[in-house]
T-cell receptor, first 114, second 112 residues
């Protein structure tokens, strides 16, 4: 089975701190994604990556950056955390193909910014 | 703008009954749809998918129906069990697109 591992289940940070959320997948997937999940808003795409050192902005990239130095690892960075970035963050991966668009998700990181 | 939405935020059903979760989409160019299940404390998990050239697809205890005329998608769960309690999301992929757009989710509660 595909495994997508997020390094922290719960994280509490202070306003202005630099925050790193790490995600690792073990299935050699090309594509990796970062979503945030908020009640009533569903899942919104922050950034995604199709290959090492490649990144693309999603729907809500403001206040975030990403890093993909290795194929299996995709990091989400909050340069200066703010309270409105308190949310559940979900990492996902998939291999790209015409008939396979299924995303495999990690268990999520609940980030609280105080 | 384009949107994917769900009609009901919460659905309560009795154990053993069938559940129907609905989803409306507005992008007529969408050609691929997926249903995800998210249990408490976990990430979303793939349930079933359907392409726009199909009207119906069946899995184990689940059926997805697609009505392109009214841009409506539904997930039917047969003989609902307590383990089906979760939030269910529909998602759509537009032709040529590389990312999915998710709906806001429906909470399914199974009453014993």
């Amino acid at each position: 089975d595909v495994k997508v591992t997020q390094s922290s289940r719960y994280l509490v940070k202070r306003t202005g701190e630099k925050v790193f959320l790490e995600c690792v997948q073990d299935m050699d997937h090309e594509n990796m994604f970062w979503y945030r999940q908020d009640p009533g808003l569903g899942l919104r795409l922050i950034y995604f990556s199709y290959d090492v050192k490649m990144k693309e902005k999603g729907d809500i990239p403001e206040g975030y950056s990403v890093s993909r130095e290795k194929k299996e690892r995709f990091s989400l960075i909050l340069e200066s955390a703010s309270t409105n970035q308190t949310s559940m963050y979900l990492c996902a991966s998939t291999t790209y193909g015409a008939t396979n668009e299924k995303l495999f998700f990690g268990s999520g990181t609940q980030l609280s910014v105080l | 703008g384009e949107s994917v939405g769900l009609h009901l935020p919460t659905l309560s059903v009795q154990e053993g009954d069938n559940s129907i979760i609905n989803c409306a989409y507005s992008n007529s160019a969408s050609d691929y749809f997926i249903w995800y299940k998210q249990e408490s404390g976990k990430g979303p998990q793939f349930i079933i998918d359907i392409r726009s050239n199909m009207d119906k697809r069946q899995g184990q205890r689940v059926t997805v129906l697609l009505n392109k005329t009214v841009k409506h998608l539904s997930l039917q769960i047969a003989a609902t069990q307590p383990g089906d309690s979760a939030v269910y999301f529909c998602a759509e992929l537009t032709g040529g697109g590389n990312k999915l757009t998710f709906g806001t989710g429906t909470q399914l509660k199974v009453e014993l």
